[in-house]
């Protein structure tokens, strides 16, 4: 874990020197033409669009928009995965005149999604074992695919006692005793999938998931809060500085952890909110101060019935489609993003 934040550093630094290669390419033909106007998205993989397509990524179908009313003429996504405040102030301290002068200083829309991982990073150094839960989940998927045809043919017994229930008369007894015949079968397979999950080490992750956090665990995201805070003004005023002229365009961060989970109330939901919160309360506290755009994300995804909806979380047995990912919104939570965003700049332009 303690290598993954310098690999985004890295990333973030050959980042720059592809912009600054493409700017160089462009420099000839734009000097004759003038500059265009630019898109630029900045912050974590909720922006550089972890787990879904380039297409169904925020910022791309944001920029789209922008670009189909005349507003912005390019894009550039300089967001990179497992990006913290501390990384991209880093990459922004260091960043070449040349690219800040070609592209930022000529920024017409700069939009930021940055903060989960001041949290999240923490967090996941505190699981019990890393390795044992990435275990325990390939040994739940090889459950799933071992069991899918049983699980098939419980999920379609199911639909068929239901219809023999709400339609049941005399004459559906011959139907009845069909369907008990087809059933008897499969308890052994049953058992067997039951003694199966009883031995699966992911279920002790049900505990963790359903418990509150430790103490230890409460003072490194509060640490993560409280560096969020300090680097997130500087973040901001280096923009203010060498993105004079661009509409800045900040979301806030939701919650990724759902009420529930397979049944299941998570205390962590609460926990996670609180944290959440703290930092969504230092971005309303700097945009007193600082002349930026808020796309309050956290508030539009907590009013979901369900979060998992709109994050890459599934979980469909008929289909065997199994994914755990509850951290990043899916191609449906992009769309929302996307809307908020376009919302802010909206706002921009009727005061204008």
């Known amino acids: ?59 791309d179908i944001f920029f789209e928009t922008l670009k189909a009313e005349g507003y912005v003429d390019e894009y550039m996504n300089m967001a990179v995965n497992g990006c913290t405040t501390t990384m991209l102030l880093e990459y922004l301290k260091g960043m070449d005149k040349q690219v800040i002068a070609n592209h930022f200083q000529n920024a017409h829309v700069i939009t930021l999604n940055i903060g989960g991982n001041n949290i999240l990073v923490p967090f996941v150094e505190h699981l019990p074992d890393v390795n044992k839960l990435l275990k325990s989940m390939a040994e739940l998927l090889v459950f799933f695919s071992d069991s899918k045809d049983t699980i098939s043919e419980v999920v379609d017994l199911t639909v068929e006692a239901r219809e023999l229930i709400e339609n049941f008369s005399v004459f559906e007894i011959l139907n009845l005793v069909s369907f008990i015949r087809k059933t008897i079968p499969l308890f052994d397979d049953i058992a067997g999938m039951y003694n199966k999950v009883a031995d699966l080490e992911f279920l002790e992750l049900v505990p963790l998931l359903s418990g509150s956090f430790s103490a230890e665990l409460d003072i490194e995201l509060q640490k993560g809060v409280d560096v969020f805070s300090r680097e997130f003004s500087e973040i901001i005023k280096w923009l203010d500085t060498n993105a004079p002229n661009s509409i800045i365009i900040v979301n806030t961060v939701y919650n990724p952890v759902p009420q529930e989970f397979l049944g299941i109330t998570l205390e962590m939901h609460d926990k996670a909110r609180h944290f959440t919160q703290s930092i969504n309360s230092v971005i309303f506290e700097e945009n007193e101060l600082r002349d930026f755009y808020i796309s309050d994300v956290y508030s539009r995804f907590d009013t979901e019935e369900s979060v998992t909806d709109i994050l890459n979380f599934n979980f469909d047995l008929p289909s065997m489609t199994l994914n755990f990912d509850i951290i990043h919104p899916n191609s449906a939570g992009n769309k929302l993003i996307a809307e908020l965003n376009y919302n802010s700049f909206k706002a921009y332009t009727a005061t204008k």
């Open 1 to 59: 874990m303690n290598t993954y934040p310098k690999r985004a550093v890295a990333v973030m630094r050959a980042l720059s020197v592809i912009v600054l290669l493409f700017s160089l390419s462009a420099c000839t033909s734009r000097k004759s033409e003038g500059f265009s106007r630019v898109y630029i998205a900045l912050g974590d993989s909720v922006s550089a669009g972890y787990g879904i397509l380039p297409e169904e990524r925020h910022t």
